[in-house]
T-cell receptor, first 114, second 115 residues
Framework: EAQVTQNPRYLITVTGKKLTVTCSQNMNHEYMSWYRQDPGLGLRQIYYSMNVEVTDKGDVPEGYKVSRKEKRNFPLILESPSPNQTSLYFC?????????????FGPGTRLTVL | SQQGEEDPQALSIQEGENATMNCSYKTSINNLQWYRQNSGRGLVHLILIRSNEREKHSGRLRVTLDTSKKSSSLLITASRAADTASYFCATEYNAGGTSYGKLTFGQGTILTVHP
């Protein structure tokens, strides 16, 4: 089944404790992206990647890192999480990243930073 | 940054009624997409309309685009309880040619369809 998977689905952590949220897609998509969703703010793009080893900042990249060493995986790294990073995170992928391409979303990761 | 803004923020209707949601944006676009999100879950693509199109249909969905007003509407006809979800428009800048990567989502309209 074609899908985007994220792990973990739920995570509660404390300020400053490094964490990684994994994202994997099995559709051989070139493009992958991370969003965060907050009440009243909608979805905001954190980082995106057009291909392996190619990443770029979205609208809210501060406090986040990403890497794209393999086409199928695009982990989101929070080196020193803070409470303002408490949010619902989505990974998405599409074939080429053109804005005419349909983006396929993962199920989301709900992160709470205490 | 550019952002689509949906209107209304919340909409409550009875099954069988039509639901109309609107999206306004600020600068010229190449295309506009609509997505649906069931509570707390990932977004699902519904339909894409290009800037040179005025109307598009997909099943019970009808999308219109008015580039002069910088707005789009999503109409769901004969709504069902299963249509209850949040609906988002997504836009991108027209920077000349095909744009890559940066889709900007609005805040969404929460639709509740009562059985």
């Amino acid at each position: 089944e074609a899908q985007v998977t994220q792990n973990p689905r739920y995570l509660i952590t404390v300020t400053g404790k490094k964490l990684t949220v994994t994202c994997s897609q099995n559709m051989n998509h070139e493009y992958m992206s991370w969003y965060r969703q907050d009440p009243g703010l909608g979805l905001r793009q954190i980082y995106y990647s057009m291909n392996v080893e190619v990443t770029d900042k979205g609208d809210v990249p501060e406090g986040y890192k990403v890497s794209r060493k393999e086409k199928r995986n695009f982990p989101l790294i929070l080196e020193s999480p803070s409470p303002n990073q408490t949010s619902l995170y989505f990974c998405a992928s599409s074939y080429w990243g053109r804005t005419t391409d349909t983006q396929y979303f993962g199920p989301g990761t709900r992160l709470t930073v205490l | 940054s550019q952002q689509g803004e949906e209107d209304p923020q919340a909409l409550s209707i009875q099954e069988g009624e039509n639901a109309t949601m609107n999206c306004s944006y600020k600068t010229s676009i190449n295309n506009l997409q609509w997505y649906r999100q069931n509570s707390g879950r990932g977004l699902v693509h519904l339909i894409l309309i290009r800037s040179n199109e005025r109307e598009k249909h997909s099943g019970r969905l009808r999308v219109t685009l008015d580039t002069s007003k910088k707005s789009s509407s999503l109409l769901i006809t004969a709504s069902r309880a299963a249509d209850t979800a949040s609906y988002f428009c997504a836009t991108e800048y027209n920077a000349g040619g095909t744009s890559y990567g940066k889709l900007t989502f609005g805040q969404g309209t929460i639709l509740t369809v009562h059985p």
